[in-house]
């Protein structure tokens, strides 16, 4: 079947724009994760999905982060008023339930520049 | 907080030689560890987990990682590396499951595995 899929795979934006990341996860999961990849940088965990809630956002590095996901499916990462630290690739992985147990199946990602 | 450790960015190797890419976390208390690959222009996928039971875990492509609860480590090994296996190694784990009720990943940031002829 389809994987996670994200869109765009590439953004460049000028400093002071705001920005939307799409993330389509796999049919079916209800746990939807996004995380931030700096360079020289691990993962960051940003914000956790269950359902359409978000229990846990304790990773979006500023209020100018927000996420919604609607449907119960696909979820939008919205960065208002780009910062140049804000460049990175973001990454959107989907599980069956959010267990803790559960394999997380990761999207390509999509890589920001800003100017 | 949970934190992960890879101490090498970069492993060169040739074909056919071991190697093993280290991986410390920090907590002491019951953990899930896992191993993400991702090889060029691909996204991360899983290679194998440890959640119980044995401490030797295998992929199915001939990698092995060993949860060592006193050295806090889940180093994984492999003992004869391809060409296909140049790629980036990131090790995770997750906060134990009672105090996040869901899988909140911590990443190490991750080994470069470059493998030539």
């Known amino acids: 079947g389809a994987g996670v899929s994200q869109s765009p795979s590439n953004k460049v934006t000028e400093k002071g724009k705001d920005v939307e990341l799409r993330c389509d996860p796999i049919s079916g999961h209800t746990a939807l994760y996004w995380y931030r990849q700096s360079l020289g940088q691990g993962l960051e965990f940003l914000i956790y999905f269950q359902g359409n809630s978000a229990p846990d956002k304790s990773g979006l590095p500023s209020d100018r982060f927000s996420a919604e996901r609607t449907g119960g499916s696909v979820s939008t990462l919205t960065i208002q008023r780009t910062q140049q630290e804000d460049s990175a690739v973001y990454l959107c992985?989907?599980?069956?339930?959010?267990?803790?147990?559960?394999?997380?199946?990761f999207g390509p990602g999509t890589r920001l520049t800003v100017l | 907080a949970q934190s992960v450790t890879q101490l090498d960015s970069q492993v060169p190797v040739f074909e056919e030689a071991p190697v093993e890419l280290r991986c410390n976390y920090s907590s002491s208390v019951s953990v899930y560890l896992f191993w993400y690959v991702q090889y060029p222009n691909q996204g991360l996928q899983l290679l194998l987990k440890?959640?119980?039971?044995?401490?030797l875990v295998e992929s199915i492509n001939g990698f092995e990682a060993e949860f060592n609860k006193s050295q806090t480590s889940f180093h994984l090994r492999k003992p004869s590396v391809h060409i296909s296996d140049t790629a980036e190694y990131f090790c995770?784990?997750?906060?134990?499951?009672?105090?996040?009720?869901?899988?909140?990943?911590?990443f190490g940031t991750g080994t470069r595995l470059l493998v030539s002829p």
């Open positions: 992985a989907s599980s069956y339930s959010g267990s803790s147990t559960d394999t997380q199946y």
């Open positions: 440890y959640l119980s039971g044995s401490t």
């Open positions: 995770a784990v997750s906060d134990p499951p009672m105090n996040t009720g869901f899988q909140k990943l911590v």
